[in-house]
C-alpha cells in the first residue's frame, strides 16, 4: 500500500485527538489505514519547570501569547515538507477548493492556537498559512482542525463510495441542496410533492432544480450571484431578477 495521507497536530489538549473523527466515515478511514493522526502535546516543548508555553504581549494588552521558540520546537517534531498550517480566527477562510488541494498532497501539520495568539515570529520564519472556519470566535483552534480534517479525509481515494464522490462533483455547480423526502408518503398531515410520487424523471429533474435555485437565492445570494455568473453567464432569467424572500 502506499503511504497513507498524515495528519500532524499540535495542541495543548492533544487528547481532544481523534475526538469525533474516531467515528463515523474518517474513524472507518483512520481504522482501515486511508489516513494517519499523530497528535503531539505542546507543553512536551516547554523547557522550564513550569512547561510554560505563553507569555504576556509586548506592548500590552489583554491575554498571553503562545511563545515561538516553544512552537518552533513542536513544529520541527513534525515538520517534513507537509503544508504548516495555524488554525486562527484571523486566517483566510478555509474554501472547499482548499481543501480538495490538502486532500491531494502528502497531509498536513496543524497547530491549534489557544490564548489571545501566537507569536507573529514563528508564523513568519515557518511561513505557516493562518485559516479560519468562519466568523463566529472559538475558544481554541483544535475544533477548527477538527473541521478541516473531517473535510479533507472525505476526499481521501477509499474513503467514499464512487456515487458520493459523483455527487461531489454537482457541488461545483455552487447550488445548495433541493429538499429531500422519505416514506411515510404522509407524515403529520404534510405530504410529500407529487411531482417527487409521479414517476416523472423529468420533472423531478426540473422541480428539484427549480428547488435548489430558489433556496440558494433566499439564503445564499453571495453563492448565486456567483453561480449566475459561471453558469449562465449574460442569460437573464425571471428567477434571477426576483428580490430574495425574508428569512
Ligand atoms: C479579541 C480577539 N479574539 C479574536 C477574535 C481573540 C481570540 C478569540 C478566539 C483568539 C483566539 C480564539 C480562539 N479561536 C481559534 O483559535 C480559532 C477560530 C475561531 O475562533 N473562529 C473561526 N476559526 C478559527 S480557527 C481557530
Redesign the pocket.
Known amino acids: 500500500m502506499t503511504a497513507p495521507w498524515r495528519a500532524g497536530v499540535l495542541s495543548l489538549f492533544p487528547e481532544m485527538f481523534p475526538g469525533p473523527l474516531g467515528h463515523s466515515l474518517a474513524g472507518r478511514a483512520l481504522e482501515r489505514g486511508l489516513w494517519a493522526l499523530e497528535a503531539r502535546d505542546i507543553r512536551a516543548f516547554a523547557t522550564d519547570r513550569h512547561r510554560t508555553v505563553d507569555d504576556t504581549p509586548f506592548g500590552g494588552g489583554a491575554g498571553m501569547v503562545m511563545r515561538p521558540d516553544i512552537l518552533d520546537a513542536a513544529l520541527a517534531s513534525l515538520a517534513d515538507g507537509r503544508p504548516a498550517i495555524c ?5 483566510r477562510p478555509l474554501t472547499q477548493d482548499r481543501v480538495r488541494r490538502l486532500a491531494a498532497g502528502p497531509g498536513v501539520v496543524l497547530l ?3 490564548y ?2 501566537i507569536d507573529q515570529r514563528v508564523i513568519d520564519a515557518r511561513a505557516l498559512e493562518e ?4 466568523d ?6 483544535e475544533p ?1 482542525a477538527m473541521v478541516l480534517l473531517d473535510a479533507c479525509v472525505r476526499l481521501l481515494p477509499g474513503v467514499m463510495g464512487a456515487a458520493a464522490s459523483a455527487e461531489e462533483e454537482s457541488f461545483a455547480a455552487g447550488l445548495l441542496e433541493y429538499p429531500h423526502y422519505t416514506r411515510p408518503a404522509e407524515w403529520n398531515g404534510r405530504r410529500v410533492p407529487d411531482v417527487l410520487l409521479s414517476g416523472h424523471h423529468q420533472a423531478v429533474a426540473d422541480w428539484r432544480r427549480a428547488e435548489a435555485e430558489r433556496i440558494t437565492r433566499e439564503r445564499r445570494p453571495d453563492l448565486w450571484a456567483a453561480h449566475t455568473r459561471t453558469v449562465e453567464p449574460g442569460l437573464r432569467r425571471a428567477s434571477v431578477a426576483v428580490a430574495p424572500a425574508a428569512p
Open positions: 488554525l486562527t480566527p484571523r486566517g491549534c492556537g489557544r489571545e495568539g485559516i479560519s472556519i468562519g463566529y470566535v472559538l475558544s481554541g483552534g477548527a
